[in-house]
């Protein structure tokens, strides 16, 4: 397998690919992201990825100069010139090279990126969280690459040793840094809704009819903190994580082992490539 990258329709090495410095999306983070889950040579959901990258660009205002059904066909073209068999395909949409400038450049094309990376993933994993305050913009449905305070509230979650940072706004829970957040009371299935403050995760989205397909009752509704650590199971999800239960939030452990709502919601969701 070789780590291949796609600039604006140039495969290049990855570690060969450049862009240049007065790229806004270097210059400025004025740029969107989408991350895509490869298992057996195959990209898993791409249409619903492609779908949140379209609303990311309506949501910065930023013209593509490729079709979803072009960028489609290069993530392909580029899973299987790459060979890759297990791991990601990161795609990236910047506004372009420009002199720096804060207002938007005219007649810029864009900047398009997508490349491939080997990695393995584990099934289930046990995660460790911490509750730190969400101190983001109020545009966190967009999956923009300005992270900046998501990367600051991971960091506090390494520096506690913890895998994960869970965002909390005026008591309530958000999201994690990088991943969506779920509990889990008696049979029902709760997760905060989409909003200004979280994103419309794939895995996310193709989870809850999924929970209702195996016998759960589904609430998208804030959760307080206080509800949340009394909760009988948690778990969080995202594309490189598939569904990683909590074994311990702040002080709150949640069991030896994986629930046995969040295990046969992960075993549901192994994901069929396609």
């Given at each position: 397998m070789e780590e291949?990258?796609?600039?604006?329709?140039?495969?290049?090495?990855?570690?060969?690919?450049?862009?240049?410095?007065?790229?806004?999306?270097?210059?400025?983070?004025?740029?969107?992201?989408?991350?895509f889950r490869v298992y057996a040579g195959k990209t898993f959901a791409v249409e619903?990825?492609?779908?949140?990258?379209?609303?990311?660009?309506?949501?910065?205002?930023?013209?593509?100069q490729y079709s979803l059904e072009e960028i489609d066909k290069a993530v392909h073209d580029l899973v299987r010139q790459s060979e890759l068999e297990s791991g990601i395909v990161y795609l990236q949409a910047t506004r372009g090279v420009a002199p720096r400038g804060h207002a938007f450049p005219l007649n810029t094309p864009a900047t398009l990126m997508i490349y491939t990376r080997s990695m393995s993933f584990t099934h289930c994993a046990r995660q460790r969280v911490i509750s730190v305050p969400d101190e983001r913009w109020k545009r966190c449905w967009i999956k923009a690459i300005a992270l900046l305070p998501n990367v600051l509230a991971k960091n506090l979650a390494v520096k506690a040793n913890a895998d994960e940072a869970i965002l909390v706004d005026d008591g309530l829970v958000q999201e994690g840094s990088t991943s969506n957040v779920f509990i889990v009371e008696r049979d029902t299935l709760i997760t905060p809704p989409i909003g200004p403050k979280v994103l419309p995760g794939v895995t996310r989205e193709l989870l809850l009819p999924l929970a209702q397909s195996i016998g759960m009752k589904v609430e998208e509704r804030p959760i307080p903190i206080a509800e949340a650590l009394a909760a009988d199971e948690a778990f969080l999800t995202s594309t490189t994580r598939e569904v990683a239960w909590i074994g311990q939030w702040d002080t709150r452990t949640f069991g030896e082992a994986c629930g046995e709502w969040t295990r046969r919601l992960s075993d549901a969701f192994r994901p069929t490539p396609g």
């Amino acid at each position: 397998m070789e780590e291949l990258c796609w600039i604006n329709a140039s495969v290049t090495r990855l570690a060969d690919a450049t862009v240049s410095v007065d790229d806004r999306g270097y210059v400025f983070a004025d740029g969107v992201y989408e991350v895509f889950r490869v298992y057996a040579g195959k990209t898993f959901a791409v249409e619903a990825h492609l779908r949140r990258l379209a609303r990311s660009c309506e949501g910065i205002e930023l013209s593509l100069q490729y079709s979803l059904e072009e960028i489609d066909k290069a993530v392909h073209d580029l899973v299987r010139q790459s060979e890759l068999e297990s791991g990601i395909v990161y795609l990236q949409a910047t506004r372009g090279v420009a002199p720096r400038g804060h207002a938007f450049p005219l007649n810029t094309p864009a900047t398009l990126m997508i490349y491939t990376r080997s990695m393995s993933f584990t099934h289930c994993a046990r995660q460790r969280v911490i509750s730190v305050p969400d101190e983001r913009w109020k545009r966190c449905w967009i999956k923009a690459i300005a992270l900046l305070p998501n990367v600051l509230a991971k960091n506090l979650a390494v520096k506690a040793n913890a895998d994960e940072a869970i965002l909390v706004d005026d008591g309530l829970v958000q999201e994690g840094s990088t991943s969506n957040v779920f509990i889990v009371e008696r049979d029902t299935l709760i997760t905060p809704p989409i909003g200004p403050k979280v994103l419309p995760g794939v895995t996310r989205e193709l989870l809850l009819p999924l929970a209702q397909s195996i016998g759960m009752k589904v609430e998208e509704r804030p959760i307080p903190i206080a509800e949340a650590l009394a909760a009988d199971e948690a778990f969080l999800t995202s594309t490189t994580r598939e569904v990683a239960w909590i074994g311990q939030w702040d002080t709150r452990t949640f069991g030896e082992a994986c629930g046995e709502w969040t295990r046969r919601l992960s075993d549901a969701f192994r994901p069929t490539p396609g």
